[in-house]
Structures are given as C-alpha cells and as structure tokens.
C-alpha cells in the first residue's frame, strides 16, 4: 500500500476526469488519475472512444472522431502535471479521510477524491450489433442522429419511456421516417411527451415488437423485428438503429457508500458537485441522466476540481 497520500484521486478517464485533471493539475494539486482498463466495457476515455464523429464539441468546426478528442484531453492532462494509471479501481473506503483506493496494482491514499466513472449504455447483444455498432447503430441519438449517414433515411429507435419518445422526436428532423420499436401496447413516458410522439406524421410506432437482428455488411440497411403476440417477422429497412433502453451509472465499486437516487446515479447536492460524504465529488454521467454530453460532462469535472481545491485550501488554513 501507498503511504503518500494524495491530495486528489480522479477515477474515470471520460471529459468529465480530464477536465477535472486538467484545473487541480493547474492548481498544483498534482493529481492521481485511474483512467481504468477496460472498466465497464469501454476503453480508458469513456463512451466517446465508441463515437465515430463529434460535430457538437465546441471549438472543433469541422468535428473530430471521439477517441482523436479523447486523446487530445488525455495530453492536455499529462502536459498540465498528472499523472495517470492505466488500472481499474475495484473498491474504495469513504468511512474516514484519507480515503483508501483500491486498484488491481494496489493501495492508495487521497484526501479528496471526483468520481468520473460514468455510465454505460445498455445494449440488447442483439445478432450483427457488434459487427454494426457505430456503423449505423449508437445509444445516443443527440450525439450522432446529425450524422450524413442518417440525413433523409429511416432510423429506427428501440425503447417507450421518455428518452426514446424524446430521442424519436429529435430524430424527425434528420430522418425520413423514425420507426418507434415498443414492447407492449403502451408508452412510458410522460403523457406530454406519449402525445407529442404519436401526434408527429414522421414517427412509427410499432406496438408489441421487439428487435430480433441487426442486417447489413458495412453498414446498417435494416433491423428484423417480430410481433410478440403474433409472432410474425418482418425487415424495417433502416440505416440507422439507436437504443434508448437506459444507461447503467459505474457505481458498483462504491458498495454502497454513497448516497444514490431511484435510478442508481450518484446524487450530488443541487448546483455542486458534492456527493453524501464530505471530500467526495461527482462529475459527469455517473451523477447526470438528464444531459449525458460531453460538454455538461466536461463542465461538472471543472465544478468537481474547484470544489475539492476549495475544500483542501480551506483545511490548510484552519
């Protein structure tokens, strides 16, 4: 076990991690980061390494693909003073400061620590999924619905609660026809947005059907769907495929310690990036499933840096 202890920990490697990396490396706060190996089933760098093209990052015109702008902020992180670990944490102690960190590669310190460990869309592992995924399929239909590959084409979205009536909906505008995929004879989202989607002329819904599989060789053309009453098949031609069946919040390292809400993200105090114990803060999508960007991401991992480096100066001082 590490004796130092650490003035800040950053776990998680997404925007979130790296622009908190980035200000408490500016404030000489040289922090520890563990960008994770393979935590959650995504590569150090966080959901954007799966995302071909990012049009939405301010200050990147002509957009850049995600793992290039992962990249980019990793550099930024290691230039600024931080040092990072390419380990997974498996399991921390919050009972009392310093807080201990657990990783396959050992024990360590740390007086404060942000959590960035995001969240991981949930998937249906459906047959051609792996073979299609960012070729046509995604779990994000605001990062990459604007794509030329969905312009004036069918898309269909798979889910009946608000983010997929939401999703939907924002698809209208680049799509042709948005074929709506619901497992039962009725949506769960909220009844605004249940009439907002079933009164919009470019948007399907298909009741009682569910995806079997995922066609096309480089590309998405088309999703095979049954009836599960009838049971009855057919192909929707589509060339693109967006779940929106949920994300899973990486908090089970946490074994509890924290406070969560209903849903299992991490929750913060309103306005800050506070979490349930003092010296712990939150960043990103593991405390946010409303926006889920990478912009919002990167601002709460300011938020996070700041409020720790608040907290270590004002105990310097006392």
């Given at each position: ?163 997929a009536c939401e999703e939907a909906t924002y698809l209208t505008k680049f799509g042709s026809v948005v ?140």
């Amino acid at each position: 076990m590490s004796t130092t202890v650490e003035n800040v920990i950053i776990i998680g490697s997404g925007p979130a991690g790296h622009t908190a990396a980035i200000y408490t490396a500016r404030a000489d706060l040289k922090p520890l980061m563990f960008e994770g190996f393979m935590a959650g089933g995504v590569a150090a760098g966080g959901q954007l390494t799966t995302t071909t093209e990012i049009e939405n990052f301010p200050g990147f015109p002509e957009g850049l693909p995600g793992p290039e702008l992962m990249d980019r902020m990793r550099a930024q992180s290691v230039h600024c003073g931080t040092r990072i670990e390419t380990d997974t944490v498996t399991s921390v102690d919050l009972s009392k400061r310093p807080f201990r960190v657990v990783t396959d590669g050992g024990e360590f310190l740390a007086q404060t620590l942000i959590l960035a460990t995001g969240a991981t869309a949930k998937r249906l592992s459906l047959p051609g999924e792996e073979k299609l995924w960012q070729r046509g399929i995604s779990a994000c239909a605001v990062c990459d619905g604007a794509l030329p590959l969905f312009r004036q084409k069918p898309l269909v979205v798979i889910g009946g609660g608000d983010t997929a009536c939401e999703e939907a909906t924002y698809l209208t505008k680049f799509g042709s026809v948005v074929h709506l995929l619901v497992r039962r004879d009725v949506l769960r989202a909220s009844k605004a947005m249940q009439d907002r989607t079933k009164n919009n002329p470019k948007i399907q819904i298909h009741w009682f059907t569910e995806a079997l599989e995922a066609l096309g060789d480089k590309t998405l053309t088309g999703v095979k769907v049954k009836n599960n009453q009838t049971g009855a098949t057919e192909v929707i031609e589509a060339a693109g495929l967006f779940y929106a069946i949920g994300h899973e919040p990486n908090t089970k390292f946490l074994d509890g310690q924290l406070e969560l809400d209903e849903t299992g993200y991490l929750k913060t105090v309103p306005g800050t990036a506070r979490t349930s114990v003092k010296g712990v803060f939150a960043a990103g999508d593991v405390q946010d499933k409303v926006y889920r960007q990478a912009i919002t991401a990167a601002g709460s991992g300011c938020m996070a840096a700041l409020e720790a480096e608040r907290l270590l100066s004002e105990e310097e001082t006392h």
